[in-house]
């Protein structure tokens, strides 16, 4: 078998053995939602598999890492741990870190946006852009009316800036004397926008003479050549520009009335009980305690989430709402009013993180009652752990863990289904490593395997219509879970390559891995073989 792909700062020690039954690493688990801090912190390691036991996707790997905490060479587990420790003391006598005063964002653009958010001055690409593009662009482009009659091209800012042959729209400083501010006023005639665009409301007309007053500047990093539709933001980013200068306490208000609204959907007759968090915020009829600790619980996938995707897309301006249902009627009634479809009886979460008011929405396994952590579970009969995971077998920081995963992915771009589910799958196994449920998976895996895993994989890879629910569940768990065995590190960069679509698998194996699609099957496939035969 092909050696495993290594990436800077792992050494031998770095890696870890699996156990011979089902692959549950031997190690603490990822994402230790019942770990006090201190173990929490240090058990961040992804397991690896032994030399000679590994898989490789092309002779080794091309990619470059990106800047980040994940993608660092880290340090051993007793240092980790030591800093963990003194990590979990600082916290308990309130001791807080600053943020780095000197640290920037990378791109310039995103920087001017960030800046100007901060500062409460307004950004051209945030707040400008949007209404040209909106309102004006569509008229004064190339072959249009704006363009043909009144020789005014909008679809630059350069052009923006030069105005017409004849004279500029734009005097920086002056809105009193820039054409374009008295048109959109009605000052001047004709009033522009025209037709069914016109006139802008009175905010929009205050957002472009405040940008003139102050210099109708750019923003750096931004290529004056580009096209306004390439960089304008969209609606949901102007609406979240806005939220964001909003107090953190009127954010959590509409996100607790938004809340209430869709729990009234499920059940009109339960009222929940509402509790806030760092970034999520829980509707439940949990015990106090217990709701307590999930919420504290939740903030390790979350990190978590950070290390696969990056930062910037845990920057969220709203709180995660967690709606925990006790009742499966209540569970079934709030997919089938909020989401407005169906859901299959052994679907107990969903999500949908990139709207207005994000949620994780979850059946608890436990029914509402007290639930006995993973870690301390007596054993069980041979009729219990070949259950199928659906009812008591699994936690309820094990399916929010799942339902925050996939939906985190889904709503930073267009990640496939296979990788959407299997990471979300992925980092529930690792919250819940002891549960029956993911032992299942395996050996479903591995009977996968065994019809052909060349033919299996490539149906899960093209979106599962011609392979079965469990199956693509199992077989996409499968695939996320080898990559991670065998090079932890470059999985986030993969991950963020594949954000672009299904299409760029070919390109993005190349670039991370150095290979191909048929060695990525062939060396999964081994590797199940290896790993999860014994799970039969």
């Known amino acids: 078998m092909s050696p495993i792909i290594r990436s800077p700062g792992l050494g031998r020690a770095g890696v870890l053995l699996f156990a011979v039954f089902g692959v549950v690493p031997v190690d603490l688990p990822l994402l230790p939602g019942t770990l006090d801090p201190a173990r929490a912190a240090a058990a961040q390691d992804l397991p690896q598999v032994p030399d000679g036991q590994g898989i490789s996707f092309g002779p080794g790997f091309v990619g470059q890492p990106p800047d980040d905490e994940l993608d660092k060479p880290r340090p051993s587990r007793s240092s980790r741990a030591k800093a963990a420790r003194k990590k979990a003391r600082a916290a308990e006598k309130g001791a807080s870190k600053k943020p780095d005063a000197k640290a920037q964002p990378k791109d310039a653009t995103a920087d001017a946006k960030a800046k100007a958010a901060g500062s409460g001055q307004l950004s051209f690409a945030q707040d400008i852009a949007p209404i040209l593009v909106a309102n004006c662009v569509g008229c004064h482009s190339p072959g249009q009316r704006g363009v043909l009659r009144g020789k005014l091209d909008l679809t630059t800012f350069e052009k923006l800036q030069n105005g017409t042959p004849d004279h500029k729209i734009i005097i920086a400083g002056n809105p009193e004397e820039s054409p374009i501010v008295q048109r959109i006023k009605g000052e001047e005639t004709p009033r522009m926008p025209m037709g069914n665009n016109g006139p802008l409301s009175a905010a929009a007309i205050s957002k472009i003479e405040q940008w003139v007053r102050s210099g109708a500047a750019l923003g750096a990093g931004v290529d004056p050549k580009a096209a306004l539709s390439t960089y304008a933001a969209s609606p949901e980013q102007v609406r979240r520009g806005q939220l964001a200068k909003t107090p953190v306490s009127e954010r959590d208000k509409a996100i607790e009335a938004a809340g209430l609204q869709r729990w009234r959907q499920a059940n009109a007759k339960l009222k929940p009980e509402i509790m806030t968090g760092e970034h999520f915020i829980l509707f439940s ?119 925050l995963g996939a939906g985190a992915v889904a709503a930073s771009g267009n990640a496939p289904r296979w990788l959407r589910e299997g990471i979300g799958t992925y980092m529930a196994s690792r919250i819940e490593p002891r549960s029956p449920y993911y032992r299942q998976l395996r050996i479903q895996a591995f009977q996968n395997f065994e019809q052909g895993w060349q033919t299996r994989a490539t149906e899960a890879l093209g979106g599962g219509n011609q392979i079965g629910p469990a199956d693509f569940r199992a077989v996409s768990f499968a695939l996320v879970e080898a990559m991670m065995a065998v090079n932890s590190q470059a999985f986030p960069i993969f991950l963020r390559g594949m954000l672009e679509g299904q299409d760029q698998l070919d390109a993005v194996l190349q670039n991370v891995y150095g290979g191909n699609r048929e060695g990525f099957l062939k060396d999964t496939g081994d590797w199940i073989a290896l790993n999860y035969g014994n799970a039969q």
């Open 285 to 403: 009829n949990l015990p106090k305690d217990r709701a307590a600790s999930t919420l504290k619980a939740m903030e390790q996938p979350y990190l978590q989430l950070g290390r696969f995707l990056g930062p910037a897309a845990m920057n969220w301006v709203e709180k995660v709402s967690l709606y925990v249902f006790n009742e499966p009627k209540d569970f079934t009634e709030f997919v089938r009013s909020v989401e407005g479809r169906d859901v299959d009886p052994d679907v107990h979460s969903s999500a949908k993180l990139g709207i207005p008011q994000p949620y994780v929405a979850v059946l608890d396994p436990a029914g509402g009652k007290r639930e006995e952590p993973a870690g301390r579970r007596r054993s069980r009969t041979r009729r219990a752990e070949d259950h199928d995971g659906a009812g008591p077998q699994r936690t309820l920081l094990g399916l929010l863990t799942e339902g």
